[in-house]
């Protein structure tokens, strides 16, 4: 236990899921199907044996699912692959902690957005991007600075499962 968090076999497996998709994200660009589905398939298996209810697997995979959706196809700032992510994590957390880390790696995508842009000199770039996405909101601008997901998703993972608040229901 590490303040009122405890620890058991799906913390371990939820760091496997997080070294292991940032390592490919990196080094690939691309977060593996061979790592995400067997990873859910163990949150699923999991749950009966140490979450609170039987059905905090699924419940989280599908909180998971719809919230990570509604950021790959509405507002596209998710690849298919961080969505899995975000599933596989969601089956391990449960259904509050998926939506917490949903909502915690889209808040630390801003500041790590702009930190990205400042390290590469293109700000300025941003607005323009910016703008035509909102004119033509199916292209990519070629000048597009492109964010590396899994780093980011992955700290938003660890920090909804270190944090107990704030209780959805």
Known sequence: MLGNVYWDARDVVLAALCVVSVYTDVTTGKIKNWLTF????AGLALAPLAA????????????AFAVGVLFWRVLPALKPGDVKMLMA????????????ATLL???????????????????????????????????????????IHAPVIAAGIVLARL???????
Do not use: K
């Open 163 to 169: 944090q107990s608040w704030p209780e959805l229901w």
């Open 105 to 147: 790696s889209a808040i630390l995508f801003f500041p790590v957005g702009i930190a990205v842009l400042v390290a590469r000199g293109r700000v300025r770039n941003f607005f323009r991007v910016a703008r035509n996405y909102i004119r033509a909101p199916g292209t990519q601008d070629p000048d597009t600075t492109v964010i």
């Open 89 to 100: 994590a969601g089956s391990l957390l449960g259904p509050q902690a998926a939506i917490r």
């Open 52 to 63: 609170p209810h039987w059905w905090d697997g699924a419940a989280g995979l599908g909180c």
């Open 38 to 41: 067997p990873v859910m398939a």
